[in-house]
């Protein structure tokens, strides 16, 4: 228990220390927002802060720090390292940059901002590769509530049924003013999972459970090495790459630039709040890593999820590990077609304050969506993570690109670059190794993954090195 107090006490420290430090890189002013200078009614819409956070928090979570911290928690304690670290310098620094750098442009897309600060091959690229990691994205979060839901109703409705239903939901939130539906229920679904992981840690604390203290040594009981795999599994509670997609949309709707730092660092780092409780909830509750693993494997998530919820709160927590793990997935699906759809207005060029653009590019969209339901995800879904991040690799490596642009203290990219490195070696040397990559063993994959990321930070050496009107 005392590493995981340690864990939480790491994170506050982290939001007011190093929080401080990545938002005096950045120097927020007093300048108009884009909710202001392009307020459309849809998109750009100034939004109360309380309720930005909420929707950054939700837009970025969902599930993934439930799921994946349970997955991570297979490695044991060790995952608290990475969850607490990853997400005070990689992942809050990445969702900040992110979503200020996009506010200094208008709100612009990841991909977009590539092309800005890396040139248009690398905007093309983005553009194609954020778009087809969206689409996965909402598409998988269609069918995971519709097949809990299904299990849950009347056989008569099935799980197309709940498909169909779904799709429906996903147009209306894609199409309508942000403020209409997501600024309206993502606060209520973002209090649902803070309540969830409030209800985890007080059954930990007052339930006797032991969470077991920090162990460097690895206890997957698949045998799967910490690196590179524990961090890949962990992305949402410590780094990942679709907040990228998901930081410019809030960062269309906030106030001042100096509210950054609670909307953007402060949602990550809550984000990895919750996920610490789910994996401290997950090995507490069965007992070691292996009887989490083999719960994972028999139950699913959903129901390991449910498992725990139940046995921890009784009946009230079965009723919101019904809804979390129905609401939650919903909350990511839906902004992953919206952030879609901003993309492509990006590239058609087509002015999203009038409805007929809108469904030109909605329509389509979800019919894409609704075909891809009807496919075998289980080998596709196995590169989502993967891509995941890749992503987040790349949107580190252009917040580095535009410090060493617009900044005259250019060293103090460091901030970024060095998470963007260790993101490089991670990707790299998971592709290599994984079953659903290439396969190679570690002796071949870790160096060739480290001399990756040792050549990336060199080219930056050099670019820092440059006259800044140069590079």
Request: positive net charge; proline residues 4%; charged residues 15%.
């Amino acid at each position: 228990m005392i590493s995981l107090l340690l864990s939480f006490a790491v994170l506050i420290t982290g939001y007011f220390v190093y929080g401080r430090i990545v938002e005096k890189v950045f120097a927020p002013d007093d300048r108009e927002t884009p909710a202001y200078t392009k307020n459309d009614g849809v998109d750009f819409i100034p939004m109360p802060t309380w309720k930005a956070y909420l929707v950054q928090l939700l837009n970025i979570a969902g599930t993934g720090p439930i799921f994946g911290a349970l997955m991570g928690a297979c490695f044991g304690p060790v995952v608290f390292l990475w969850i607490i670290f990853g997400s005070v310098l990689a992942g809050g620094v990445h969702d900040y940059m992110s979503g200020m750098i996009s506010e200094r442009h208008d709100g612009a897309s990841i991909a977009e901002l590539s092309g800005i600060y890396l040139g248009s091959a690398a905007k093309w690229f983005m553009r194609a590769f954020s778009v087809l990691l969206l689409l996965l994205t909402g598409t998988v979060f269609v069918t995971s509530p519709a097949a809990l839901l299904a299990r849950l109703t009347p056989d008569v409705l099935s799980g197309t049924f709940w498909i169909v239903i779904i799709l429906v939901y996903y147009v209306l939130a894609t199409l309508l003013p942000i403020d209409k539906i997501i600024g309206k229920l993502y606060p209520v679904f973002g209090a649902v999972l803070i309540i969830m992981a409030a209800g985890i840690l007080g059954g930990i604390v007052f339930g006797g459970y032991t969470v077991p203290e920090l162990r460097l040594a690895d206890l997957h009981p698949d045998g799967l090495p910490i690196w590179p795999f524990m961090f890949v599994t962990v992305a949402c509670g410590a780094i990942s790459g679709f907040h990228a997609t998901q930081s410019p949309m809030v960062a269309k709707c906030i106030k001042s630039e100096k509210l950054g730092r609670r909307v953007f660092y402060g949602a990550m780092l809550s984000e990895s709040v919750i996920a610490l409780v789910w994996a401290a909830g997950g090995v507490a509750f069965y007992g070691a890593t292996g009887g989490l693993s083999s719960a994972l494997a028999e139950l699913g998530q959903s129901g390991a999820v449910y498992d725990i919820s139940t046995g921890m709160l009784g009946k009230a927590g079965g009723v919101l590990a019904i809804v979390g793990v129905i609401a939650c997935p919903i909350t990511s699906g839906d902004t992953a077609f919206r952030s879609a759809r901003l993309i492509l207005a990006e590239i058609t060029k087509l002015e999203q304050k009038k409805i007929r653009n809108r469904l030109l590019i909605t329509l389509p969209l979800l019919a894409a969506g609704a075909v891809l339901t009807q496919l075998d995800f289980n080998v596709l879904w196995r590169y989502f993570s993967w891509s995941n991040q890749t992503l987040a690799m790349i949107s580190l490596w252009v917040a580095t690109a535009y410090l060493l642009k617009t900044h005259e203290r250019r060293l103090t990219s460091l901030i970024t670059a060095l998470p963007a490195a260790f993101m490089s070696a991670v990707s790299m040397t998971y592709i290599l190794m994984a079953n659903e990559g290439f396969g190679l063993a570690a002796r071949i994959a870790y160096p060739v993954g480290a001399v990756f990321a040792a050549l990336l930070f060199a080219y930056y050496i050099l670019r820092l090195r440059m006259p800044r009107n140069r590079i």
